[in-house]
């Protein structure tokens, strides 16, 4: 069964910085973070295709940096200048053929 793990969730402080992780046990086409915040639909937040290359959404260009492996089985996403706006549940998402999986989510919260 394919599973994705994700880590690095936390509290910081506006203006700091935090690294998610996320481990997929299986061999994705493409791994995106996505995240929600209450009371707001899932959004994309940034996508790496296993030939690297990547997208993002415009609220986090130029602070969000999305990294991965060439075996296509982890993705990071390296937040700096965190924002309160950036507070929800991060979550994890991996593709294989036409088929979704997704992390359990991790949390973050920006403080002001």
């Known amino acids: 069964q394919v599973q994705l793990v994700e880590s690095g969730g936390g509290l910081v402080q506006t203006g700091g910085s935090l690294r998610l992780s996320c481990a997929g046990s299986?061999?994705?086409?493409?791994m995106a973070w996505y995240r929600q915040a209450p009371g707001k639909q899932r959004e994309l937040v940034a996508v790496?295709?296993?030939?690297?290359?990547?997208n993002y959404a415009d609220s986090v260009k130029g602070r969000f940096t999305i990294s991965g492996n060439d075996a296509g089985n982890t993705v990071d996403l390296q937040m700096n200048s965190l924002k309160p706006d950036d507070t929800a549940v991060y979550y994890c998402l991996g593709k294989i053929g036409v088929r979704e999986y997704w992390g359990q989510g991790t949390q973050v919260t920006v403080t002001s």
């Open positions: 299986g061999t994705f086409v493409h």
């Open positions: 790496r295709s296993v030939f690297g290359t990547t």
